[in-house]
Structure formats: structure tokens, C-alpha cells
């Protein structure tokens, strides 16, 4: 009796462990062949790395298709301290130093950091071909040059106030830039490669991810048109020694602009070496003015298009002075000009003949065409 007890939880604990060693194979099962991909990416995530590909930014253009928004291909330096021997990390920021130009003790700091991956900034960044051939031929492992992308202004200071300018990291930052700066940058690429637990590259082939080029805009600017505006507005500051000038070409059948500028100016390409006041300033829009007599001709011509006033015919009387709702205009001329044709009215520019007697008249029904 006491036997067969025995026997049967050895069967008992045996049938246990067959359970146990079960559900360890189907664990194993599932983590193998069904959840693998999930732990794959728990593992790349500990294992790769990147080394970042800038994008280029969207061009700017003129309706013509003139590039006037550009990008050049540079090079910055990188770092990856993990990677650099540790014994010639000294000799390393030495004679990267050298070609640099710049100061020892920066190139250490970014050396002897403990972290993934160092960008030399700003020493490192946008290394002429010179700089970066001598970098290269060093041949030093953890020591690297990636892609960037340097905006350019090939035409210097044309419609300078309304492109704007970009920072140092390709960032929008006035005008055009700024304004359409979602649109114009691009997603960065990446060389993604797999390192061990110290940070070591490991031999294995490296991914190149390609970056996304911002969009291309097109503006309703004739190259034409700004380039002889440009010009016109650069001789009329020499011939008369001007503080400023502005000018505006618009398409009146549209609303588009096809020419925008102002002076002094500046170049996007440098704008560093510029006042604030001579960057942020683009006259054309900034420096407004009521149209005061100027819009005269215009609440004329609309009354002459409708045919609610003849000019030689018509008559009003100008008294000096006249309220309307309860707000009083006068007449530019003291005791006004009393009576007269609306020929005399924009003869005379009488304030109250046109923008008062004009506007009466066109109150009457409208012509329907």
C-alpha cells in the first residue's frame, strides 16, 4: 500500500516536471518564432547606432525657375569615443586641433566624453575639401565625416529681406526661410551600424538610410523683373545718397507679386556681418504709409466706371467741412473751395469732393454688368 503511494506521486512530481519543461519549450516557442521581431528590435535598439545624414533643404525659386534658395554639400566632423583607442585619444586631439585650427582643449572635451556620439560643434562644422582630405587621410577609427547641407544664395542680395536666412543647423529663421520652414526641411538620413556593450563597432554590414529632401517652392517673383528692380533701387541710393528705398511690382489682374525690394540690403550668405535693422527690415512691407491723396483717383475712377458722376456736370459744393456719422472731415484748403465740377474736384484734390460727394454718389445702385 504504502508503495503504490510512493509510485504514484513520483508520477505526480514526473508529470510536473513534463508540464514545466512544456511550457519552457513553448515560451521558447513563441519567443523564437512568433514574438521574435519584437525582441529584434529591443536588440537593435541596444546594439546599432547613427551616424546622422543631413537632408538637403527645399530650393527657393523664382517663377522663372531661377534658383535663388540653393544648397552646397559640406562635411562636419563626428566622433565616437567608444571607438577611439584610448591610448591616442591625446594624439588624436592634437593633431585634429592642428588642422582645425582651433583650440586643444575643445577637440578633448569632445574625445574624452563618455557618450555614443560627439558632433565638434561649431569647430568641426562645414570643413572646407583642404580640412576634410587631411581629417580623412588620418584614418582613425571612431573618428568620422558626414554629409551636410549648407544653404547657399547664389545671387547674393537678390529679394535678400524676403528669402530670409537659415541658421547653422539648416533652421528657417525670417523671412521665406521661416515662414515655409516645415515644408523646406527634409528628414535626415543615417549609416546606421552595431556596436558591443563598450561601444565597439562591430564587423557587420552597415545600413545607409537615405534622408528626405525638403520641398521646393516656387515663387510668383520674375527674376527679371527683381534683378532690374534691384538695380534701379541700388542707383537711385548712389545718385541720391537715400537712407532707404523700396519697391513693389504687383500684377493687378492676379494680386501676385512679381518683384519685392529694398535698401540698403544685405547678403543671406554672411548675414552675421550685418546691423539688425538691415536684416529684419524689409521696407517694402514694414515701412507703411497711408495712401492719403494717392487714393483719391482711385474712389474716382470706380464712380466714372459706374457711371454715377460726370465730371464736367456734376457739381458739389465744398463748405469747408462736413460730418459724416457723426465724425467731421475737412477740406485741406480753410473755408473750402465752395463750388465746383468734379473736374475741378480732382483739379483741386479737395478732400471732400472726392473721398465725400464721390462716395454719395456711388451709395446710388450699382450698375450690374
Not at 507703411?288 to 494717392?294: D, I, L, N
Request: aromatic share 10%; glycine share 8%; proline share 3%.
Amino acid at each position: 500500500m504504502f508503495s503504490k503511494y510512493i509510485h504514484k506521486r513520483i508520477r505526480i512530481v514526473l508529470l510536473v516536471i513534463i508540464l514545466c519543461f512544456l511550457l519552457i519549450i513553448g515560451k521558447v516557442f513563441y519567443i523564437q518564432v512568433i514574438d521574435y521581431q519584437k525582441l529584434n528590435r529591443y536588440a537593435n535598439g541596444l546594439w546599432s547606432r547613427n551616424l546622422p545624414i543631413e537632408a538637403d533643404r527645399g530650393k527657393i525659386m523664382t517663377v522663372d525657375k531661377k534658383v535663388i534658395a540653393d544648397n552646397l554639400t559640406t562635411v562636419s566632423l563626428v566622433f565616437i569615443p567608444n571607438q577611439i583607442d584610448t591610448n591616442k585619444k591625446e594624439q588624436i586631439a592634437k593633431e585634429i586641433a592642428t588642422i582645425l585650427n582651433c583650440n586643444i582643449k575643445a577637440i578633448r572635451e569632445h574625445i574624452f566624453k563618455s557618450s555614443s556620439i560627439e558632433r565638434v560643434h561649431p569647430e568641426g562644422r562645414r570643413l572646407n575639401y583642404e580640412q576634410a582630405d587631411k581629417i580623412e587621410s588620418l584614418g582613425y577609427e571612431g573618428v568620422y565625416l558626414v554629409k551636410e547641407s549648407k544653404r547657399v544664395y547664389p545671387y547674393e542680395k537678390l529679394l535678400c529681406h524676403t528669402l530670409g536666412y537659415v541658421g547653422i543647423d539648416n533652421q528657417g529663421l525670417s523671412g521665406l526661410e521661416l515662414q515655409y520652414d516645415n515644408y523646406l526641411t527634409g528628414s535626415a538620413g543615417a549609416i546606421q551600424y552595431y556596436s558591443d556593450a563598450k561601444g565597439k563597432k562591430l564587423k557587420k554590414v552597415e545600413n545607409y538610410v537615405e534622408p528626405t529632401n525638403g520641398i521646393d517652392v516656387e515663387l510668383t517673383i520674375s527674376y527679371d523683373i527683381q534683378s532690374v528692380m534691384e538695380r534701379e533701387l541700388d542707383n537711385a541710393m548712389t545718385k541720391y545718397n537715400a537712407d532707404g528705398a523700396w519697391s513693389i511690382a504687383m500684377n493687378p489682374k492676379t494680386g501676385e507679386i512679381l518683384g519685392l525690394a529694398s535698401r540698403p540690403g544685405f547678403d543671406p550668405n554672411e548675414y552675421q556681418k550685418y546691423k539688425t535693422e538691415e536684416i529684419n527690415r524689409n521696407l517694402a512691407i514694414w515701412a507703411s504709409y497711408e495712401p492719403g491723396s494717392t487714393f483719391k483717383i482711385v474712389t474716382l475712377a470706380t464712380a466714372l466706371e459706374e457711371e454715377k458722376v460726370d465730371l464736367e456736370k456734376d457739381t458739389f459744393y465744398d463748405g469747408g467741412s462736413v460730418n459724416v456719422d457723426g465724425a467731421r472731415i475737412k477740406c485741406w484748403k480753410h473755408g473750402g473751395h465752395g463750388a465746383q465740377t468734379f473736374l475741378q474736384v480732382v483739379q483741386n484734390s479737395c478732400n471732400l469732393g472726392v473721398n465725400t460727394g464721390t462716395l454719395l454718389n456711388l451709395q446710388k445702385p450699382l450698375k450690374i454688368v
